[in-house]
């Protein structure tokens, strides 16, 4: 194997330093530093590939502060570390809707019910519509799987294919924020 030059070295640097600056973790911490969440508890929700540092970093900036932490993450996915209290973990399916998906729409839902008008952090990144499903009343959740996977089939985008899902979803396009 030939040796790397200097270039590709500082390349290499250039882009281990970006990845770090945008990890989950940092960013999340680095919100909560800034403050504007208001005193005492907070509710805490993380959805979606990140959410295990998402959750990890919200626990460990809101301490004791932190309440009924809710943690759902693609099956396989290591679930948030031990130590931190209870954390209710729901692994689910990703890119497609499996039951356990069915389960965490309806664990969402019930969490930001339960606490209604209490304050609560939502933490969301890529993965989220297909690792929690709550579907709209009269929509049945074979139905709703089905027809995101024929649309997937189908070449739409993540744009498309989300804006389809709000429509058939109790919780996506806003609808979680109604909830909470």
Same mark, same amino acid.
């Given at each position: 194997?030939?040796? /790397? $030059?200097?270039? @590709?070295? &500082?390349?290499?640097?250039?882009?281990? &330093?970006?990845?770090g600056?945008l990890?989950? @973790?940092? #960013?999340? $911490?680095? $919100?909560?530093?800034?403050?504007g969440?208001?005193?005492?508890?907070?509710?805490?929700?993380?959805?979606g590939?990140?959410?295990? =540092?998402? #959750? *990890?970093?919200?626990? !460990?900036? #809101?301490?004791?502060?932190?309440?009924?932490?809710?943690?759902?993450?693609? *099956?396989?996915? %290591?679930p948030?570390?031990? !130590?931190?209290?209870?954390?209710?973990?729901? %692994?689910?399916?990703?890119?497609?809707?499996t039951?356990?998906?069915l389960?965490?729409? /309806?664990?969402?839902?019930?969490?930001?019910?339960?606490? %209604?008008?209490?304050?609560?952090?939502?933490?969301?990144?890529?993965?989220? $519509?297909? +690792?929690?499903?709550? =579907? @709209?009343?009269?929509?049945?959740? *074979?139905?709703?799987?089905?027809?995101?996977?024929?649309?997937?089939?189908?070449?739409?985008?993540?744009? *498309? #294919?989300?804006?389809?899902?709000?429509?058939?979803?109790?919780?996506?396009?806003?609808?979680?924020?109604? +909830?909470?």
């Amino acid at each position: 194997m030939a040796p /790397r $030059s200097p270039l @590709a070295a &500082e390349c290499e640097s250039v882009y281990r &330093e970006a990845l770090g600056q945008l990890s989950a @973790a940092r #960013l999340v $911490s680095s $919100s909560l530093a800034a403050g504007g969440l208001p005193d005492g508890p907070v509710r805490v929700l993380a959805l979606g590939k990140a959410a295990t =540092p998402m #959750l *990890e970093a919200a626990l !460990g900036a #809101l301490g004791a502060r932190a309440r009924d932490p809710l943690c759902v993450l693609p *099956e396989g996915s %290591a679930p948030p570390a031990a !130590g931190r209290g209870e954390v209710r973990v729901i %692994a689910a399916g990703h890119p497609r809707a499996t039951p356990a998906s069915l389960e965490a729409g /309806r664990a969402i839902v019930a969490w930001a019910r339960a606490g %209604a008008g209490a304050p609560a952090l939502v933490l969301l990144s890529g993965g989220g $519509s297909a +690792l929690a499903v709550a =579907p @709209a009343e009269r929509v049945p959740f *074979e139905d709703k799987v089905a027809a995101v996977a024929a649309l997937m089939r189908a070449g739409l985008g993540i744009h *498309e #294919l989300n804006a389809v899902r709000k429509h058939l979803s109790q919780v996506k396009g806003g609808r979680l924020g109604l +909830l909470l």
